[in-house]
């Protein structure tokens, strides 16, 4: 069965964030945690102040107050008739802590789950995608990859959340699922990020227009597959026919007047595994400008040679199986544009994705360049992101 949803759509890692019951929970209800939290990111900006997501009977549950006012609402509490009160300028919407029911500008709008813990409430997913997004929500969820990580819970909407340096993060979203003979699938879920508050009007416009033109070929591109799955089916070439599925998040920090967005993709088009991939945006908002390697260093310095250096040293004394590159050279350097990089802690990363520079084995690799071998050729006015 095909379902296109632009309005509302999950990633596939995300099945777990089902509604559950439809009865309210109230404090009363026993809260059955997993023992981890669940660090929260709207629109790629991870909420460090917020009280933490959790999980109770394989629900996720999420701060109603720290999660609206991120987004631009109002948030105030009725003490007597027990309501959690959230406005927008346009809607009025209000939860009964209580019994559960939910009103917008005064109508009746069903009812919610919801979660007491202390003196915070505590929505569903669905409650977020339904009264504070609209209906227009995208949902990631990534287990822990260690036993010390917490879990961590994405959640994009068009709604923008202020990220530092004036400028706010939306999104456009959009997913994709087909069910093609029973045993194979077209999916696609894509989170591409939408900027305000640059001071340069046209900066903004075409970087906009970059993630955006990214995400209608991504359409194009899931709805060709689609097609064409259905045209092999129908004449019998059914051998021709495999799953397909791409997705799409993005990142995003903002720290010394630098905007890094960090983009992550995955595509299975068939063949023996997945592909996987990271573009990062470091820009420099004061300037309204995406940075290059080039643009970190002194005019006329050699930084080229002095990254490479770098490199191979840390790649000599790694000890991987280099597929086809013996060692980095100025082709590797000016892969990407020189655009391949982002900082980590005050710390240089040139990164380079599966079958750049190694077997895809290796995984993406990435080099973390020490800051005191080049500082003596960093551009002033970027000397504080080395340290």
Do not use: C
């Amino acid at each position: 069965m095909k379902n296109i949803r632009k309005q509302f759509a999950v990633f596939a890692l995300a099945a777990a964030l089902s509604a559950g019951a439809a009865a309210p929970v109230a404090s009363a209800a026993p809260v059955v945690d997993t023992g981890e939290s669940i660090a929260i990111s709207v629109n790629g900006v991870q909420l460090t102040d917020a009280p933490p997501a959790f999980e109770s009977s394989d629900v996720i549950y999420l701060p109603l107050r720290a999660l609206a006012e991120t987004v631009g609402f109002e948030v105030g509490y009725d003490e007597a008739t027990r309501t959690a009160e959230l406005s927008d300028g346009d809607r009025d919407i209000a939860l009964s802590l209580t019994s559960g029911a939910v009103s917008v500008n005064g109508a009746a709008s069903g009812e919610a789950d919801f979660i007491l813990r202390g003196n915070r409430t505590f929505v569903t997913v669905d409650f977020v995608s339904e009264y504070i997004s609209s209906g227009s929500l995208f949902v990631n969820s990534r287990e822990s990859d260690t036993e010390t990580s917490a879990a961590a819970i994405y959640i994009y909407m068009p709604l923008d959340v202020s990220i530092g340096g004036g400028i706010r993060v939306g999104s456009l979203t959009y997913g994709y699922d087909e069910d093609i003979d029973g045993a194979h699938a077209v999916s696609s879920s894509y989170a591409a990020p939408v900027l305000h508050g640059f001071g340069d009007a046209d900066f903004e416009e075409t970087l906009n227009k970059s993630f955006s033109d990214a995400f209608d070929a991504n359409e194009k591109d899931i709805l060709d597959e689609s097609t064409a799955a259905g045209e092999a089916i129908a004449d019998g070439r059914d051998d021709e026919v495999y799953s397909y599925a791409s997705e799409n998040d993005y990142t995003v920090t903002a720290d010394d007047g630098i905007l890094t967005i960090s983009e992550n993709g995955y595509l299975y088009s068939g063949g023996a595994h997945a592909m996987y991939w990271l573009s990062t945006y470091v820009i420099d908002i004061e300037g309204s400008k995406r940075l290059s390697l080039e643009d970190l260093f002194e005019s006329g310095t050699d930084y080229k040679t002095a990254l490479i250096d770098e490199m191979n040293a840390i790649r000599a004394a790694g000890g991987e199986y280099w597929e086809d590159v013996s060692e980095i050279g100025l082709e590797e350097i000016d892969a990407y544009g020189g655009y391949n990089f982002y900082f980590a802690d005050g710390t240089l990363v040139i990164y380079y994705n599966p079958y750049d520079v190694a077997a895809y084995a290796v995984g993406m690799v990435k080099f973390e360049i020490p800051s005191d071998s080049i500082s003596g050729i960093v551009a002033p006015e970027y000397s504080e992101l080395f340290s």
